[in-house]
């Protein structure tokens, strides 16, 4: 049975940092591009940060860049997202999730996962809630 479980949010002055950790049991991490997303009350959910099998390459949405940074250990069968610079508008539950890529990944799969609600994922944890504010 896959399970995904998020860790690490909470309540963080603007200006502040969090480190939200993904720990995925039932897979190999290694076969799986590793995807973070969000949705903010009254919105709907984006994606915010995605890292590739293999070569580990990552993307970003725009509202993210440079203050996020995803990161995996398939050692330790976890994700991490550190989070720089938080503003209020990074209010939201954020969830971790994955999706199975058998051999190569195609070359525009973080921005396909990115660009997208997560349609795609195939497991999700159940989020975890991240409350910038003073």
């Known amino acids: 049975q896959v399970q995904l479980v998020e860790s690490g949010g909470g309540l963080v002055q603007p200006g502040g940092s969090l480190r939200l950790s993904c720990a995925a049991s039932?897979?190999?991490?290694?076969?799986?591009?590793i995807g973070w997303f969000r949705q903010a009350p009254g919105k709907e959910r984006e994606g915010v940060a995605c890292?590739?099998?293999?070569?580990?390459?990552?993307h970003y949405a725009d509202s993210v860049k440079d203050r996020f940074t995803i990161s995996r250990d398939t050692g330790k069968k976890s994700a991490y997202l550190q989070m720089n610079s938080l503003k209020p508008e990074d209010t939201a539950v954020y969830y971790c999730?994955?999706?199975?890529?058998?051999?190569?990944?195609?070359?525009?799969?973080?921005?396909?996962?990115?660009?997208?609600?997560?349609?795609?994922?195939?497991?999700w944890g159940k989020g975890t809630l991240v409350t910038v504010s003073s």
């Open positions: 999730a994955t999706i199975f890529v058998p051999g190569v990944p195609p070359p525009d799969l973080c921005e396909t996962v990115v660009g997208g609600p997560g349609d795609v994922m195939d497991y």
């Open positions: 039932g897979l190999t991490l290694d076969y799986y591009a």
């Open positions: 890292i590739r099998p293999s070569d580990s390459k990552t």
